[in-house]
């Protein structure tokens, strides 16, 4: 059975600073591109960052590049999100997704409040 579990999220001030994580099992995670997606109150899903299977290619969205640094550690099955300079803006529910095959696995989600 496989399973994302995702930790990290909360309530932090504008400019401040989050990690989450994603621990996945019961999947070959080192052959697995992952992503995060978020979903703001009241909006779509929207895709945040993606890292290739072997970790050497990264990608963002816009908003995001420049603040935010997607990272794995295939040893640990490990997915991880840096966020800094947080914005109000990038409150929402954090999820991670793997994706291999057109097959798509999704964690519970973790919520990130960026408030004062």
């Known amino acids: 059975q496989v399973q994302l579990v995702e930790s990290g999220g909360g309530l932090v001030q504008p400019g401040g600073s989050l990690r989450l994580s994603c621990a996945a099992s019961?999947?070959?995670?080192?052959?697995?591109?992952m992503n995060w997606v978020r979903q703001a109150p009241g909006k779509g899903l929207e895709w945040v960052s993606a890292?290739?299977?072997?970790?050497?290619?990264?990608f963002y969205t816009n908003s995001v590049k420049g603040r935010f640094i997607i990272s794995r550690d295939n040893a640990k099955n490990t997915l991880y999100l840096r966020m800094n300079s947080l914005k109000p803006e990038d409150t929402a529910v954090y999820y991670c997704?793997?994706?291999?095959?057109?097959?798509?696995?999704w964690g519970q989600g973790t919520q990130v409040t960026v408030s004062s």
């Open positions: 997704n793997a994706r291999r095959g057109g097959v798509n696995y």
């Open positions: 019961g999947l070959s995670f080192e052959n697995h591109w």
């Open positions: 890292i290739h299977s072997g970790g050497d290619s990264t």
